[in-house]
């Protein structure tokens, strides 16, 4: 890109491009140019689009301190998560950080450690900063304020994952969870397991209320009674994984299929496994939620409800230039897919 | 933390604290506590400390755009990773973040995606933000132009796991991969492994530079000549991994013990692996470098040239604080350890 290469270049070396030979090359006014690159509500999408072009042809980048003086807009879009130990972040971040960078934006990751005031603090902080966007997976485990939040501030968001606040500045890309979980449930169902016992989040928690949803449709669509004691809906975390783990299986009469209910809920069911001894597929059928490294490579592979992460990252920042340019916030919901492995057969 | 529940609560009904009560609280001038407060070179860490716990004792919060028009620092600390993806990222983040958050920094994360040009760009934005201090990850496959940048911007850096450009103002923390290659390779060499293969990256990345020195010390202290063969530094990817297994598994002499050099690169020889119906530990002998879900959960569990990587974080975090306060930029090593597993046996 010749805006980068330009960037990189040594200071010295390097003519700086003004504002006013952006507006020359676009065949627009210096006002025009000023208020397409700064997110401006009465700008066309055309005229948006000729401006960033013409910004983009001529390595013009703006003054980000100065920039955000005159017109309270920075080009930066943060992105709240609860926690980067989740390799499905990885993916999402990878692709949604592509688009916006093709558009212009940086954005800023900030980890909240699924701490729900940390969440709360980022987000002031980014207000504070005047950040064009916000994307936000709020954290798992504990009531958060970030919705209020984010309807109070007004900032264009994406909440990736999670129901949409009311708004016309917030929209949501969702995950269909409840479908997921009816496949692999009637997966089960169709190798003759009987007893399948779910771990996954707290009901609170948008996603792991989904799973559970799904989970009793398919038992009750197969006639079949829900023995609670099998249903531990606990916290996404690794440490519930292993606990709940351990307790299903030293019950008198355990479950012949488990269902992790999120990838870090996995790590700790199959370090629960490790220990007992327990072999997968073959003592015990296993299906896990999103497709990692350790789902694939694991001996055997596992069985998932798996969504296209790649896409879902797109789909976000897709989401979020429109919702900055329309303010007509939306919910978007992918697919999940069921991908049958070794571990379920 | 009271600040944070102030933050959090509602905005009508909290008093917002004054630079004025800071200073009164501390028992300082204003000036003191705006200079304090804005890392300015010539304030003593005890009043630094003074007015840092005041100011958090009182739940006060500069408002950051104000402050930055002020006094040209921003209270935050640019971050730039090659990849989240990499696992052993979320764990150095994660504490390093912790530590910075204890000290009323937040830390914004941007991935370069391993792209030289895009850590540059990056670089360049986080300086005209006036960050108050980096902390790098360079980009382990491409010549950067990063070091010299850091160079020449001035703001106090920590690189990470990398060499330490000149300057006071920059520091390293580094991990002895040199060390831990030598472990790994003397644990083969006892187990009876005379053909030893290592995939690593290539020289002119730091780390990938350090175990291939280890691995030739190594084998030279005990007096086994390396074939050449089974020596493929080409990259630290998945990719790379996958490919050169494969090659190396197809060889009229192959290896009977195979070292990865990065936990990336094990992702992609654990892929080809498994395509080969290849046992780990019985046909093969393996060796990861870092310890990861993936390394402990593998069945059976993975051989590693493991590292703290909370202490890592840690110390990236005090390092930096100590680079702002002083700018007598130094390099601290951390140990490496070799976790022995049944990878190996």
Redesign the interface.
Known sequence: ?SS??K??GD?ATVHKVTVHEVAKYAGVSISSVSRALSDHPHVSNALRTRVRSAALSLGYRP???AH??RSGTTYSVGFVVG???N?I???I??SL??VL?DHDY??????S?NK???E???L??LA???VSGLVISTAADGAT?AAE?IHGLGIPTVMLDRQRPPGSHVSAVQSDHRSGMQAAVAHLLSRGHRRIALIGGQEFFDPARERLAGFHTAMQEADIAIDPELVRCMGMSKTVGYTETRSLLASSNPPTALIAGGNLIL?GV??AL?ELKVAVGRDLALVGCDDT??T????P?ITVIARDLALMGETTAWLLLETIANRAGRTVVLPTQLIIRDSSS
């Not at 694939?296 to 001996?299: C, V």
């Open positions: 890109m980068d290469s960037l990189s200071k003054d980000f301190l955000s003086l926690t980067i130990s390799p972040m990885a993916d971040s990878a950080g592509n960078a940086a954005m800023m990751l900030l980890s450690q729900p005031e940390l709360t603090t980022y002031r902080f504070h900063r005047q304020q939040l790590a199959l370090q490790q490294e350790l694939r490579l694991y001996s592979p």
